[in-house]
């Protein structure tokens, strides 16, 4: 099949994704909230202004819709790399150029990652350009640039590690799966433990907190909590974003509690105590650790799973695509491909295991305070500074939503201040 046959074939399934996206942002209709809390502190209609919510519903039909469309787009650069023969063709000029085995890896590696990131382009631009044009990005063109071209060398360095270890293990045979695992295990904690003191610092500026009198305020409440902080980081955001966050990140000394300048600009103090403990919820109750142990046991299932998959297609498509055998360098676009489709099918589940420690967190930080105090407004401005859906589809919830719903949060707090007769705002 020629590669104009194969764009043609993949164009009419991109179509068909784009339709059903449509047709789905039409019957689903955004903001929307049960007639029990319709004009509650968790109906957007008393918190949103009417144009909020018109851009609203415009940019999370947008959001939705490259979202679905980015997942079938991917698969289709990792196939049309594999059934147009570039692949192959990539293969065979290297080896034919008698280049050694350490210089044809990392080229041919680089050729995939290059060409499959320039494919995707387009799809990184729309989402770029739809949240800059509603005034959630302000980032310039040139740093969002600049950072895709980061983005670029520390994947394409991973990936080229990564596969070339799988390579040599795989080429020993037997279960090479379980061997893969239990090397994937340091070397995922180790990610997890350069990612804030390493990795972090390559996109942000992070210094120690501006406001000296909201630290001590948060390290006395971390003492509470039993926390052994001494300092809270703030990231400047706010030339990149409007949109308001706090995360913890890292395990053992690498641990980081970080705000974002953009949470200082728009949020009172009760509503940035309130962020803070909900980090600190994800400390106490040891989420971080669950999520170290909750990659390490998916990375098991996934390849198990996928090794499955991988030889029985292997042994069917492995003529056709150029796969000599299991450790063929050539099959890197179609591991690609199964990494990708495995991360999709398992998003309702690492999701709803992501939604639980969210809120988790946010029941801890309104016990460690006491009060239920600016949560509600807090939520609601977290919600106005991304135009947030309020109460997405649950479609969205399922692949999208790895925090409860802002309706969700809200009425959680109301319940938190009713049992304690408290009055929420």
């Known amino acids: 099949m020629s590669t104009v046959s194969i764009l043609r074939r993949y ?7 784009v339709a059903f996206i ?9 903001n929307t909230v049960p007639s029990a809390y319709v004009g509650t502190a ?44 570039w692949s192959r063709a990539w293969k065979e000029r290297l080896e034919r150029a008698a280049l050694p085995s350490l210089v044809r890896l990392p080229v041919y590696v680089l050729l995939v990652y290059a060409v499959s990131t320039l494919l995707y382009l387009p799809l990184r631009m729309a989402s770029y350009l739809v949240s800059r044009g509603y005034g959630i990005s302000t980032q310039p063109f040139a740093g969002w640039l600049e950072e895709r071209g980061l983005d670029f060398v520390i994947g394409y360095a991973t990936i080229l590690i990564v596969f070339a270890v799988a390579r040599r293990v795989m080429n020993r045979g037997g279960r090479w799966w379980l061997k893969l695992w239990l090397l994937s295990i340091p070397f995922t904690l180790f990610m997890m433990y350069v990612q804030p003191v390493v990795i972090d610092p ?4 992070f210094d120690e907190l501006s406001d000296p009198a909201l630290e001590g305020a948060i390290l006395e409440l971390a003492s509470r909590a039993d926390i052994p902080a001494d300092r809270v980081y703030e990231v400047h955001m706010a030339g990149k974003t409007n949109a308001i966050n706090a995360y913890v990140s890292g395990i053992g000394s690498s641990l980081r509690i970080v705000l974002w300048d953009t949470a200082l600009a728009k949020l009172d103090r009760p509503e940035i105590l309130q962020i803070m403990a909900h980090e600190m919820g994800h400390y106490v109750k040891h989420h971080l650790e669950w999520s170290a142990l909750g990659a390490v046991g998916s990375s098991l299932v996934l390849l198990w799973l996928g090794g499955g998959i991988y030889k029985v297609v292997v042994r069917s498509k492995g003529k056709d695509w150029s796969i000599g055998h299991v450790s063929d360098m050539s099959a890197l676009p179609f591991i690609l491909l199964l990494l990708s489709v495995l991360n999709f099918v398992s998003l309702p589940v690492s999701n709803a295991v992501s939604r639980q420690a969210e809120g988790a967190a946010d029941r801890y930080a309104l016990e460690l305070l006491g009060t239920e105090d600016g949560a509600v407004s807090m939520h609601q401005k977290l919600a106005v500074a991304a135009l947030s859906d309020v109460n997405p589809p649950l479609l969205m919830k399922w692949l999208r939503s790895t925090h409860p719903s802002d309706m969700e949060r809200i009425v959680e707090a109301e319940r938190y201040a009713k ?4 009055r929420a705002p």
Do not use: K
């Not at 202004?49 to 787009?73: C, E, K, Y």
């Open 11 to 17: 164009g009419l399934a991109l179509v068909c994704c």
């Open 22 to 30: 449509a047709l789905y942002a039409a019957y689903t209709s955004p």
């Open 42 to 85: 968790a109906d957007p209609a008393t918190f949103y202004t009417p144009q909020q919510l018109h851009d609203s519903a415009v940019l999370n039909a947008l959001r939705n819709g490259i979202f679905m469309l980015s997942w079938p787009w991917q698969w289709a650069i990792y196939l049309l790399l594999l059934n147009s023969g």
């Open 202 to 205: 390559l996109y942000n500026r």
């Open 419 to 422: 049992s304690r007769g408290e």
